[in-house]
Structure formats: C-alpha cells, structure tokens
C-alpha cells in the first residue's frame, strides 16, 4: 500500500454516482421486477469505463470501479449468495427518530427519490454460501479493462467488499442457530471476494460501517458494552476472513452511517477505537469533514494507529452540495498528520461514498467531480506546507 512520501495522496470512499438509466434498473430489479440483465450488464461495463475515466481527471490517485456493477455497497451480495429471501424493516435511526420534524422532512425528501433502499433489505432464510466467484472476477476484469482503456493510471486500485457485521446486521439472521454462526457464515463466504480482489491486484477496502453505525440502530437500547462486544466479534470474524490476505492489501473504512441528520446519538471513535486497531488491516479510513466527528482526529494523538498502519482521512463531506475550498482540504489534512505524527502515513480522502445506494446520493454528479478535484487541489497545498 502506498504512503505519501512526495505528496498526499489522494482517494475516496468507493461509490460514485451511477448514471440515471443504470439507477433505474437497479431500482426496478429490487422492486422485484424482470429486467433486462444483458442491458444491466452493458450499463454497468459503460458506467465503470466512465467513471474511471472521470476520477483519473480529477487526479484522484487511488481509485477504484466506481461500485457501478452494484446496486449498493452491500445489498448486491443477494445476488452472488444463497440463503437470502423476503424483507424486514430495519429500525429506525436513533438521532433522527428524537427530531419528528427532521423525520417527517427526511421522509418527504426520499419518497421523492428513485433509488435503491437499504432500510427494506432482505433476511438470511437458508444457508449462506457463495454461489459463483464469476461474478466478482467479471467485475474485477471489467474494471481493469477500463483502467486499461483510460488515458493515465492510478498510483493504485482498489475495490470495496462490505464487512460480514454489516451484512449480519441488516440482514438479519432468521435461518442460522445463533447470530454468531451466521456471522461465521458470511466471514466465510465474503472471503471469497477479499481474496478475489487481492489476487487481481488491487488494494481491498472493506466497508464497515456496523462498526459505528450499530450502536444507533441495532444497539440503541443495549448497554454500550454489548455494542463493543459486536465489534470485537466481527473484527475477529474479518482478521479470520483475511487470513490468506496480506495486511498491507487491506483498509478498514469505518464510519456513522452515510445520512444527513443530527448524528447526535453517535458512539465517540475513542470508544471503538482501540477495537478497530485489532484489525489485521494495513490502513484505516475514517470520516473528520462532518460537523459531528471533525474533531475527533485529535483521539490519535493518545491512541496510535499501527507502526506499518496508513489513515485514509475524510476532508471531503459526502452529504453536501458545498464545494470545499482547497484551503479547508489542506487544514483537514495538516490537522490529521499532526494527531498522526508522520504525513507520509496520510492519504487524503472523503468521509464515505457518493452513492452508497443507487440513487440515494446526496450530491449531484457535476458537483461530486469538483469536490474530488478540490480534494487533489488542497493535497498539493497541503504538500507544499508539510512535505
């Protein structure tokens, strides 16, 4: 994994916006309706050459596909797994179910929306295998041929597989024993993509947002104790997942769900963070542009990351239209090396996706590539101040 030894690097969180016809198949496909998969398909390869195309002009240097062959960071596991069937309600956030105001808003914005929701999603009613590896290494494929295709490289790829507690979590178990086995199960069959990934030649990022998301959904009424009990269980699960995958391939990308709201019920990072250094993983990808965790980059100043860890820092907000200045970006990431204590062991990032569903975006496409390439601008100010 590279560090930024001439410069900040720069990169984001896995998901760019999906092109509108392609939102509207996966829409429709999770609607239960027949669609047509050749089209979906060819939709998908175009997306993925556009988007590879669009990162390396804006001098994004680690980027990946885009998750364009996706309908979400995790929901598409439906489709490469067995054992999944129906639907349940997830809870209801905890922050936004104490603003009734902010929820009814909420609600009006996303029923006019065409996207894919995750609050529906299906539940574990069989066992859970890994159907077909086909699928991962087309997408794996697909993506390098439009790196091969694109004018200019990435310093690196990368690609994103979502963690088994995020999975677990929101679809939840109604086959397995107990919620440990069927974790078990998931970590198993998820090793398939991270190995995947790896062996093509790209960096893995596993997205985990269960890791902090959880305790305002699952474990809002549960002692906080029990939460940190979860994360420790799964971050075992994933260091067993990644057993045949070299740390220094691997970055955990933590964060406290990809929505506008109070975010006021969340869990500290000084909490799960000495969980989250268990991680067998060569780098973390935290969000510190959000009004709500911009602070907390200073819990690294007490509790180092590992001495052969990267951070991947978010210095660009998700959820907003506002274009950062370049300047912000560099104080972001100056503020970051110093709690850190080394710059070369920065890359600067965004708190999370764009578009971590299909269609549920918060930032329109136009705006999201100026947001990336103030990214790379306030990179190089950022450089010439500290390296």
């Not at 309908?71 to 129906?86: A, I, K, P």
Request: hydrophobic content about 40%; proline content about 5%.
């Amino acid at each position: 994994m590279k560090s930024s030894l001439e410069g900040f690097l720069t990169t984001h969180s896995g998901s760019l916006p999906r092109p509108a016809a392609l939102t509207d198949l996966y829409v429709r496909r999770a609607r239960g309706e027949t669609v047509d998969e050749q089209r979906l398909q060819k939709l998908g390869r175009d997306a993925t050459r556009r988007v590879v195309t669009k990162q390396l002009e804006a001098g994004i240097d680690i980027g990946n596909n885009g998750e364009q062959q996706r309908e979400g960071f995790f929901l598409y596991v439906r489709h490469r797994m067995s054992g999944f069937g129906g639907a349940w309600q997830r809870p209801q956030l905890q922050d936004v179910a104490r603003y009734p105001d902010f929820q009814q808003q909420r609600q009006a914005l996303a029923a006019g929306k065409t996207a894919v929701s995750n609050f529906r999603p299906p539940e574990a009613v069989g066992e859970v295998r890994y159907l077909d590896a086909r699928a991962v290494h087309d997408e794996c494929d697909t993506f390098q041929a439009a790196m091969d295709a694109a004018p200019g490289a990435f310093a690196e790829p990368f690609m994103t597989a979502p963690s088994p507690g995020i999975v677990a979590s929101a679809m939840r178990n109604e086959y397995y024993d107990s919620d440990e086995d069927y974790l078990a199960a998931l970590a198993e069959a998820l090793r398939v993509e991270y190995e995947a990934i790896v062996e093509h030649g790209f960096l893995l990022q596993l997205d985990c947002p269960d890791l902090a998301l959880e305790r305002h959904i699952t474990y809002q009424d549960r002692p906080v104790a029990e939460f940190i009990a979860f994360v420790e269980t799964v971050i075992g699960a994933i260091n067993g997942a990644l057993a045949n995958v070299p740390a220094e391939r691997v970055r955990l990308h933590v964060c406290w769900g990809n929505y506008e709201g109070p975010h006021d019920c969340d869990v500290p990072l000084q909490e799960i963070l000495p969980v989250l250094l268990q991680a067998k993983v060569g780098a973390l990808v935290l969000p510190f542009a959000n009004p709500r965790h911009a602070h907390e980059h200073r819990c690294l100043q007490k509790q180092r990351i590992g001495d052969n860890q990267l951070l991947v820092a978010g210095v660009i907000d998700t959820l907003t239209n506002f274009v950062e200045h370049p300047q912000v970006v560099a104080d972001r990431i100056e503020s970051v090396a110093r709690a850190v204590g080394d710059a070369s062991r920065v890359i600067a990032g965004t708190d999370c996706g764009f578009d971590t569903s299909a269609g549920m975006g918060r930032v329109a496409d136009d705006v999201v590539w100026a947001k990336l390439r103030a990214l790379g601008e306030g990179a190089r100010l950022a450089s010439e101040q500290l390296l």
